[in-house]
T-cell receptor, first 111, second 118 residues
């Protein structure tokens, strides 16, 4: 089992809908989780970080963390075509600051 | 500079040649990371530098790969005797890192170097 798993997609949603992206991880020790967005041909950029169980909201984005179930999700409300990108989930590898990455979920928001 | 810079942006080389990739992190950032991303693949960790500590080299795929960070700032990733499977985008990131806490964890990425080995 990969340390961080994501559905590769593509996930296709209509403009204005809620996009739901999920990520599962394989240990109960990880404490820090991150969602990055990567446009085609560009570098990843941070959307959200989350450390505690529950929801964390930032504008149209909400990250949800459930450590008991070992999953973290990202909801994008009122999806826009500009949200079309690959969304990468990552977790911090214990005390080491390197991140372990999922392979990403491709999201397409259709006008 | 305002962000992480990398050079060259593109590099085409012949199999067997050595290449050097450069990363200039955000000023003041103590942590520097190198990743590799092959077409359609996720990010593969290569090496991590933190201040004056010994680097974490656990992700380097072979002894043809090496990296150094001079003066706690600029880093160079060297690939010797390049192979076609080395073709990928090489990404550098830096983070601030304050103490041992979460503050400063965010990694900021450079634009990458696209390496093509013919």
């Amino acid at each position: 089992q990969k340390e961080v798993e994501q559905n590769s997609g593509p996930l296709s949603v209509p403009e204005g809908a809620i996009a739901s992206l999920n990520c599962t991880y394989s240990d109960r020790v990880s404490q820090s989780f991150f969602w990055y967005r990567q446009y085609s041909g560009k570098s990843p950029e941070l959307i959200m970080s989350i450390y505690s169980n529950g929801d964390k909201e930032d504008g149209r984005f909400t990250a949800q963390l459930n450590k008991a179930s070992q999953y973290v999700s990202l909801l994008i409300r009122d999806s826009q075509p500009s949200d079309s990108a690959t969304y990468l989930c990552a977790k911090r590898a214990g005390n080491n600051r390197k991140l372990i990455w999922g392979l990403g979920t491709s999201l397409a928001v259709n006008p | 500079g305002a962000g992480v810079s990398q050079s060259p942006s593109n590099k085409v080389t012949e199999k067997g040649k050595d290449v050097e990739l450069r990363c200039d992190p955000i000023s003041g950032h103590t942590a520097l990371y190198w990743y590799r991303q092959s077409l359609g693949q996720g990010l593969e960790f290569l090496i991590y530098f933190q201040g004056n500590s010994a680097p974490d080299k656990s992700g380097l795929p072979s002894d043809r790969f090496s990296a150094e960070r001079t003066g706690g700032s600029v880093s160079t990733l060297t690939i010797q005797r390049t192979q076609q499977e080395d073709s990928a985008v090489y990404l550098c990131a830096s983070s601030l890192v304050l103490g041992g806490r979460r503050v400063g964890e965010t990694q900021y990425f450079g634009p990458g170097t696209r390496l093509l080995v013919l």
